[in-house]
T-cell receptor, first 114, second 111 residues
Framework: NAGVMQNPRHLVRRRGQEARLRCSPMKGHSHVYWYRQLPEEGLKFMVYLQKENIIDESGMPKERFSAEFPKEGPSILRIQQVVRGDSAAYFC????????????FGEGSRLTVL | GESVGLHLPTLSVQEGDNSIINCAYSNSASDYFIWYKQESGKGPQFIID?????DKRQGQRVTVLLNKTVKHLSLQIAATQPGDSAVYFCAENMMVAPLVFGKGTRLSVIA
């Protein structure tokens, strides 16, 4: 039973380009969460999705960031027109049910903006 | 001993000793708490969880204590091993809101 799969593990973009991060949840999990982590800091909640629906996006920046979790395929976190401040590790997690409960995390996607 | 640096607070422990990592949570209405371990370059891994109707829960070598009066959570690791070196995060849920993570503590095990 594969865990949460994230790709790419490392992504380098120049300022102004777009970054797309993908997340396949664990088998049987329909709830997906995206968190962002800066070096030496905790994980900051960004968005919570359930198949085809955004449940909570209170942690998402108002501009340039979007997330989706289509009926088929992985969840995508999209960052348009990246800036240096977007450089961070982005973690995806999944759960079989809605909160509260354990989240199962992927290994993260590390975005570097030059 | 424990020190607070510019970034994550660090706890240094001798191998074989017990470790106690503390966490002050923010929301008195939170009803579920969880500890995660994060090794360098990896995603957080579940250690142990506890619901607000309990004040103590034990796992293998780990114990979580919850004091709702002062909004305090602690993780005790018995007979700390070098493999326990990592950053430890507490996190809290309030009802159906997503997990909110604390700042984290780096545990450094001295062989």
């Amino acid at each position: 039973n594969a865990g949460v799969m994230q790709n790419p593990r490392h992504l380098v973009r120049r300022r102004g380009q777009e970054a797309r991060l993908r997340c396949s949840p664990m088998k049987g999990h329909s709830h997906v969460y995206w968190y962002r982590q800066l070096p030496e800091e905790g994980l900051k909640f960004m968005v919570y999705l359930q198949k085809e629906n955004i449940i909570d996006e209170s942690g998402m920046p108002k501009e340039r960031f979007s997330a989706e979790f289509p009926k088929e395929g992985p969840s995508i976190l999209r960052i348009q027109q990246v800036v240096r401040g977007d450089s961070a590790a982005y973690f995806c997690a999944s759960s079989p049910d809605r909160p509260p409960g354990e989240l199962f995390f992927g290994e993260g996607s590390r975005l570097t903006v030059l | 001993g424990e020190s607070v640096g510019l970034h994550l607070p660090t706890l240094s422990v001798q191998e074989g000793d017990n470790s106690i990592i503390n966490c002050a949570y923010s929301n008195s209405a939170s009803d579920y708490f969880i500890w995660y371990k994060q090794e360098s370059g990896k995603g957080p891994q579940f250690i142990i969880d506890i619901r607000s109707n309990m004040d103590k829960r034990q796992g293998q070598r780990v114990t979580v204590l919850l004091n709702k009066t002062v909004k305090h959570l602690s993780l005790q690791i018995a007979a700390t091993q070098p493999g326990d070196s990592a950053v430890y995060f507490c996190a809290e849920n309030m009802m159906v809101a997503p997990l909110v993570f604390g700042k984290g503590t780096r545990l450094s095990v001295i062989a």
